[in-house]
């Protein structure tokens, strides 16, 4: 990693009237990164992320409370570690429907982000701490496609959540979905495109398993995990 960079990322942070003291270098590497390591890109993305952070999230976190009808229809997993240590995160399409309430949906989307990355936290947040989600579209319907969704969501890890996205494997794809996932990829920046992976056959359905860990996948996946879900897991408090 360039300090070099890094220092003039800082530097530029500070000219922008932000501050940096809070927040340590695996972080400021996140945004570099997302920016092709140019600090000045860097050092704007930050400071955006800064403010749309105090404005969206006051609280420091979006409580159950203010996201109850995203809750309710339970399509959210965390399952634990993967075998290199990323929380993973399942989604069950099939459970998802168009919000009616986009405000809320936006704050779910903040909330389950959140919660699966602190899931990974060893005690202290370090900074460079990445999700590996699996999006399961078995048993998929019309009623339950929802473009604008997987946009937002996407969206969201680009400009609020750079670099923490390890991997995105999307399971049991319908025929009907493979148009609206084309259209979907429009939106996509092209490094959050090479991180995900359409599973399609038994070859890559076993290099799924082997790379993401038996032990925190569910049978129908090939592991031998139960499902837990989003709000039936209890983080751990931080340490000082």
């Known amino acids: 990693m360039d300090q070099l960079k890094l220092t003039q990322m800082k530097t530029y942070i500070n000219k922008l009237t932000s501050s940096t003291q809070n927040y340590g270098d695996q972080t400021l ?3 570099l990164i997302a920016r092709s390591m140019d600090p000045n890109k860097a050092a704007k993305m930050f400071v955006s ?9 006051p609280l420091g976190v979006v409580p159950d409370s203010e996201v109850v009808d ?4 339970k399509k959210i997993y965390l399952q634990g570690l993967s075998k290199d240590g990323c929380p993973v995160m399942v989604v069950k399409a099939n459970r998802h429907y168009q919000a009616k309430d986009q405000p809320q949906f ?3 989307v903040v909330h389950l982000l959140d919660k699966a990355i602190a899931s990974g936290f060893k005690g202290k947040e370090i900074g460079n701490e990445k999700i590996i989600a699996v999006l399961d579209l078995d048993q998929l319907g019309y009623k339950n496609v929802d473009a604008r969704g997987f946009i937002t969501g996407f969206q969201f890890l680009q400009a609020y959540y750079p670099e923490r996205l390890q991997k995105c494997y999307i399971l049991n794809m319908p025929w009907f979905f493979v148009s609206v996932w084309k259209m979907i990829s429009r939106f996509l920046e092209k490094a959050t495109l090479e991180k995900i992976v359409i599973v399609s056959n038994e070859d890559e359905k076993k290099q799924f398993v082997k790379e993401v860990g038996e032990d925190v996948l569910p049978e129908e996946f090939g592991g031998h995990a139960n499902l837990v879900l989003l709000q039936d897991v209890v983080l751990q408090p931080l340490e000082d």
């Open 29 to 31: 590497i996140r945004f």
């Open 49 to 57: 992320w800064r403010k749309w952070r105090s404005s969206f999230v």
């Open 70 to 73: 995203e809750l309710e229809a």
């Open 106 to 108: 936006k704050k779910f």
